[in-house]
């Protein structure tokens, strides 16, 4: 991951700045209790959740006829939770470091399809960026691409 966002400092600070992430992101996970459990039980909890996440995923793609997005908890438009999961979705899916959760997304086709119809669709897309970013500042395929 050094190659990506820090690519532009020099490899010694890279390495630096990156203990110190670890170091942090390693606490901050002790304290919320999951850096503390094994790592048979952190993957049971990862695949129960995602698996649940699918669920309710399954349950709104009921609702909508047809191949257009469909929103998390229903409705016209995305809300909150609809770009937090979507979110969650594409770097799950595109993240090099933790190929673990990419599989277990892919395993689940309604978080897929989840993602793709937002990420084909301009009205989709547009929603979400507008919630993610409300100026509208960046362009959504530019930065996401095609990665599924």
């Known amino acids: 991951m050094?190659?990506?966002?820090?690519?532009?400092?020099?490899?010694p600070l890279q390495v630096?700045?990156?203990?110190?992430v670890h170091r942090r992101v390693s606490r901050?996970?002790?304290?919320?209790?999951?850096g503390r459990l094994p790592?048979?039980?952190?993957?049971?909890?990862?695949e129960e959740v995602w698996e649940n996440v699918n669920a309710l995923i399954a349950e709104a793609r009921k609702s909508v006829p047809g191949e257009g997005p469909f929103w998390t908890l229903g409705g016209d438009g995305p809300m909150e939770v609809d770009t937090t999961l979507f979110g969650?979705?594409?770097?799950?899916?595109?993240c090099e470091a933790s190929p673990v959760s990419g599989g277990?997304?892919?395993?689940?086709?309604?978080?897929?399809?989840?993602?793709?119809?937002?990420?084909?669709?301009r009205k989709g897309l547009a929603a979400i960026t507008l919630l993610m970013y409300p100026?509208?500042?960046?362009?959504?395929d530019e930065h996401?691409?095609?990665y599924f």
């Open 16 to 20: 630096f700045v990156g203990s110190l």
């Open 144 to 146: 996401i691409g095609v």
């Open 104 to 121: 277990i997304v892919r395993t689940y086709p309604a978080l897929v399809d989840y993602a793709g119809r937002i990420r084909d669709r």
């Open 2 to 11: 050094r190659s990506n966002a820090p690519s532009s400092i020099p490899r």
């Open 88 to 94: 969650f979705i594409v770097s799950a899916l595109i």
């Open 39 to 46: 790592g048979s039980e952190a993957a049971i909890l990862r």
């Open 28 to 34: 901050t996970l002790y304290g919320q209790g999951t």
């Open 135 to 140: 100026l509208n500042l960046l362009d959504v």
